[in-house]
T-cell receptor, first 116, second 110 residues
C-alpha cells in the first residue's frame, strides 16, 4: 500500500463549527505532515509529527489542532475557523531523518475546505 | 530566509515537444532537490530527485539538471504528452523538511 488517504475530500463549515480532517497511511512511515495550499500557490507547512510526537508547529493559529493517535493516523481538528482558512489541506508522510530518500514525501489528495 | 523559486509561472507547449521547467534556489548549502508534479484535484507526486554530488539524473522521459555554480536546476520532459499537464514544484530537501518553490503550470496542447 503506497497511498495516503484523506477524508473528507470536501468540507464546508461555518465559523462556529467544529470539524476534523483525517489522514491515514500504511507504508510504515514514521513522519507525518499537514500542509495548507491556497490556489496557485505551493504547499505551506503547518505541522510535522515524528514518531507520533509533534516536532514542528509553524506558528499555526490554535484554531487548528493536530493529533496523531498512532503511527498510521493523523487528524487535524478545526474550530472557529475564518473564511481565509479556506484552502486545500494536504497530508503527507515520509520516513523521518535524513537517510537516502528520507525527505521524499508521499501526499494524499487533500481535503478541500470551505469556511463560510 | 532562504528561498526556492521558479522563473516562469506558466509554460505552454505542443504535444510531442520537449518541455523545460526551471528553478532557482538561494541556499548554497542545499544538498538534495526534488521535483513534484501536482495534477488538478490531486496532491503533489514525486517525479525525480537529485543530490548535489550529481549534475544530471535521468528517469523515464524526465531529466533533472543541477548547476550548483549558479544555483539552478531544471526539469526536462521529453515528448510532452497531455497527461503531463500539471503544476510542477521544485523542492529543496537538504533540511529535514522540503521547502517548495513557487510552481510552474505546464499546459500541453494536443
Amino acid at each position: 500500500d503506497t497511498e495516503v488517504t484523506q477524508t473528507p475530500k470536501h468540507l464546508v463549515m461555518g465559523m462556529t463549527n467544529k470539524k476534523s480532517l483525517k489522514c491515514e497511511q500504511h507504508m510504515g512511515h514514521r513522519a507525518m505532515y499537514w500542509y495548507k495550499q491556497k490556489a496557485k500557490k505551493p504547499p505551506e507547512l503547518m505541522f510535522v509529527y515524528s514518531y507520533e510526537k509533534l516536532s514542528i508547529n509553524e506558528s499555526v493559529p490554535s484554531r487548528f489542532s493536530p493529533e496523531c493517535p498512532n503511527s498510521s493516523l493523523l487528524n487535524l481538528h478545526l474550530h472557529a475557523l475564518q473564511p481565509e482558512d479556506s484552502a486545500l489541506y494536504l497530508c503527507a508522510s515520509s520516513q523521518p531523518g535524513r537517510t537516502s530518500g528520507a525527505n521524499v514525501l508521499t501526499f494524499g489528495a487533500g481535503s478541500r475546505l470551505t469556511v463560510l | 530566509g532562504e528561498s526556492v523559486g521558479l522563473h516562469l509561472p506558466t509554460l505552454s507547449v505542443q504535444e510531442g515537444d520537449n518541455s523545460i521547467i526551471n528553478c532557482a534556489y538561494s541556499n548554497s548549502a542545499s544538498d538534495y532537490f526534488i521535483w513534484y508534479k501536482q495534477e488538478s484535484g490531486k496532491g503533489p507526486q514525486f517525479i525525480i530527485d537529485i543530490r548535489s554530488n550529481m549534475d544530471k539524473r535521468q528517469g523515464q522521459r524526465v531529466t533533472v539538471l543541477l548547476n550548483k555554480t549558479v544555483k539552478h536546476l531544471s526539469l526536462q520532459i521529453a515528448a510532452t504528452q497531455p497527461g503531463d499537464s500539471a503544476v510542477y514544484f521544485c523542492a529543496e530537501g537538504g533540511s529535514y523538511i522540503p521547502t517548495f518553490g513557487r510552481g510552474t503550470s505546464l499546459i500541453v496542447h494536443p
